[in-house]
């Protein structure tokens, strides 16, 4: 089989199987070890009978059995940086890079340059938020928090590779740092958001392959935030900078946990580039 014509089989079987028929290209070229102008350019080269064999499998794993292309590949993109991925911790998303950049430009405006920072990541699965934000922001002293152990043993393989400084802690959400003392001026998190009564309307990607533990949050979503924002005066320092990826349509009620814990802070909900509100974040000073 030449590489075009598994291309092709994989495109026809993955859309009867109502999946992204792109998903082929990505299984085989990371197979390859080629990138895409290169699997183009050698369109008409042989695969090898262990080639076909693994593509094949790989391509009904996604198809029939919903692994998550990213599951299978063992990795995805994040703000330009490979991070390792698996059944235990969610897949990286686009959101969440808008999260970071539009938090690395309030830190500009918010703080001095020769100002030191403490900042954590709640329900840092991966590490993506904390070892992004240890990476972009070098002097930063960065801590991540997750329940799962499992988690963060992903996130430290990921901060290890990736060579960013930052501090696990086990545990639910600002606890560890509440029994620690410990004081940040820049709190991020992406927690889990989905309404219990959505499972049922969840991808089969999703629901039978991410870690729940990381996706519902009570009935209407908003657990996670409300014991956030209640606890955040016992871990933010005088001048913070908090800042929540939410679910579309979440945004004002979340701004407004946020407000009634500190009445005097500016608090705003962001829209992603599809214009969908995902994100809000609020700068308290003393």
Sequence with gaps: MKVYEALRWASSFLREN????NAGEWLLMNQLGLSRAQMLANMHDELTEEEEAIFIKDVKKHGIEAVPVQHIIG???FYGRTFLVNGDVLIPRPETEELIFHALAKLKKLFNPEEKLDMADIGTGSGIIAITMALECPGMKVTAVDLSEKALKQAAENAQRLQAEVAFLQGDLLKPLIDAGKRVNVLLSNPPYIPESDHAILSDVVKNHEPHLALFAGND???CYRQITSDLPSVLADKALVGFEVGAGQGEQVAEL???VY?????????????KDRMVF????S
């Design 18 to 21: 109502g999946r992204d028929e």
């Design 75 to 77: 990795s995805e993109e």
């Design 221 to 223: 979503g908003l657990d």
């Design 258 to 260: 946020m407000q009634a």
């Design 263 to 275: 009445p005097e802070a500016h608090v705003e909900v962001l829209f992603d580039i599809n214009g």
């Design 282 to 285: 609020g700068e308290i000073k």
